[in-house]
């Protein structure tokens, strides 16, 4: 498609979502039924786990293509939340009570398991309760569907019947992906047992289309003749999927890299049913501080309640939004950059959105092609972004050895008296954010590096350059450049030594903020106390 299909916009943003928006524009437009229903994206979430930092990250991503297809288009769009409640249960999760209850049940639908928490009718039901919850909690907006429901509704009946009448060819499909002991016994067709209610995975007998039920035998050899329909078999993960898109009409899903062979051989399936699969995005997955795949199983990843103790949602929601199809470390150490990274694309939104009336449509359209614009649903939000950054919160915590919010406050008070929890929300997180990762991070692993004679000249030469500073002239530049020039003057090559120094010497640690605006927060007297104790030490 051209810019020409979107005559609102002088360019396209180059930018992931609305490159994605362009294959959902291009679908809808491509698709058999052209009534003007409500572009549909779905999501999938398997509800024998509570929902996770991944399921954020998926529903996240899938809003940010709406976001851009709805802005591009001026059409609308869904997003449907779908939850595989019909699943069987294959294994106990650890993380739940009443083990021994729920062995009792494996191999039933999620939503014919009693609760183990005991507060919902089923295990499908606490589950699909704590993901409407999660997705509620982030804002998201989206419509939920339960698998069960849409099964025993008869909402996939004429789909299910359609299986049916090609269930030869699925086969064909699938078989060959197969071991060589289940290609003989397959089909893309699971009965529920009229007796026990568990999900059975056995040979077909018979099939029959024109009636719209299958024959099979459980394993003591009774035969059964059970409808497809009404909730009384549910399908192959594969097929299931596949006749999702084709039931319901999906226009879009993404699915990340471990799912290429399944969207290839359910796209196959689609297009046998007679459908159109989804305009797709594959994104990659996350690695763990050492470069391995992140597992539940290990447990090498980080929760995001992990996250969320030490960087506000909107960091994380950054970190989702940045190059989806590039492998990314999820540790704790990538908060703090992707903090300042969404920060600072508050901050050039702000800066547009200042612009008077006589900048141009492109110019307009720049807060299209900003994180910040996708992260706030496309308002931003008054109060905003920070006048500190993290890191800078974090040198400060480092330094003044701080485990209470006060003594933040107190530097950020004595640099900007205006500055205050209820004026600056996004402030006021950041700094128990910053309280969280320095207790956490940081204290357990300072060194401090006693400085070379160079090193302890030039210390000595800033502190009595800064002392010689009127007060009118403690602004973060003006204290900048003259760290620079002092680095400069004692031939620091390349300069990121000198300020190596700094850190390593004052704050006992790598890296940190612009060391300009560090002194203007921590104040003159107290840095030259800083760097006299230093060169003593």
């Known amino acids: ?78 997003i449907l939340a779908f939850s595989d409640d019909m699943d069987g249960l294959r294994k106990v999760p650890e993380n739940v009570p009443n083990q021994e209850m729920l062995k009792e049940h494996l191999g039933k639908p999620l939503s014919s398991i009693p609760d183990p928490f005991g507060t919902h009718e089923s295990f499908g039901a606490h589950n699909n309760a704590q993901l409407c919850s999660f997705l509620d909690h982030f804002g998201f907006e989206y419509k939920f569907a339960s698998s069960t429901e849409y099964y025993q509704s008869g909402k996939f009946d004429s789909a299910l019947k359609r299986i049916l009448e090609v269930h030869d060819k ?47 035998r459980d394993e003591n050899g009774k035969l059964f003749e059970t409808p497809v329909t009404g909730g009384h078999a549910k399908l192959q993960w594969k097929a299931d999927w596949a006749m999702r898109w084709y039931a319901l009409g999906v226009d879009y899903e993404m699915s990340g890299k471990d799912l290429i062979d399944s969207v290839r051989l359910s796209s196959k399936i689609c297009k046998i049913l007679g459908g159109t699969p989804p305009a797709n995005l594959t994104y990659e997955l996350f690695l763990d501080d050492q470069g391995q795949k992140i597992s539940k199983s290990k447990g090498n990843g980080l929760s995001i309640e992990e996250w ?22 999820l540790f704790f150490d990538v908060i703090p950059k992707t903090t300042d990274e969404y920060l600072k694309h508050v901050e050039n939104w702000q800066k547009s959105e200042r612009g008077d009336d006589s900048v141009g449509p492109a110019e307009k359209e720049k807060k299209y092609a900003n994180p910040a614009w996708f992260i706030h649903g496309g308002v931003l939000p008054k109060k905003a972004g920070s006048p500190i950054s993290f890191a800078m919160l974090l040198n400060l915590a480092s330094v003044a050895n701080a485990e209470r919010a006060e003594i933040l406050w107190g530097f950020l008070k004595r640099y900007d008296e205006s ?11 950041l700094v128990e954010n910053a309280l969280a990762y320095y207790a956490d991070f940081i204290r357990p692993h300072k060194v401090y590096r006693t400085p070379d004679e160079r090193e302890a000249r030039a210390l000595i030469e800033l502190s009595v350059e800064l002392k010689k500073l009127p007060a009118e002239e403690h602004k973060p530049d003006i204290l900048q450049n003259l ?55």
């Open 1 to 78: 498609m051209t810019i020409n299909d979107f005559s609102s916009f002088t360019s396209i943003p180059k930018i992931w979502p609305f490159e994605e928006a362009v294959k959902l524009a291009e679908h809808v437009r491509n698709k058999k039924d052209k009534s003007d229903k409500p572009a549909l994206l779905e999501t999938g979430y398997g509800p024998s786990g509570l929902p996770h930092i991944g399921t954020f990250g998926e529903v996240a991503r899938t809003s940010w293509v709406s976001q851009a297809y709805q802005a591009l288009t001026g059409k609308k769009a869904v």
């Open 170 to 216: 699925i086969v064909a499909v699938i078989a060959p992906t197969l071991r060589e002991e289940r290609r003989a016994t397959y089909s893309p067709v699971l009965p529920v047992h009229p007796e026990t209610g568990i999900v059975m995975q056995v040979p077909m007998e018979k099939i029959d289309p024109v009636s719209g039920t299958i024959q099979w």
């Open 308 to 329: 969320l103790r030490y960087g506000p949602s909107e960091s994380l929601a950054q970190y989702m939004f940045n190059a989806p199809r590039r492998a990314k470390r």
């Open 419 to 429: 500055v205050s929890p209820d004026n600056n929300p996004m402030l006021a997180q």
């Open 483 to 537: 760290v620079f020039a002092i680095g400069k003057k004692y031939e620091f090559e390349p300069l990121r030594d000198w300020f190596g120094c700094l850190y390593e010497v004052l704050l006992g640690q790598k890296d940190g903020p612009r060391f300009g605006m560090f002194i203007a927060v921590y104040g003159i007297k107290e840095t030259i106390e800083l760097i006299n104790k230093a060169v003593k030490r």
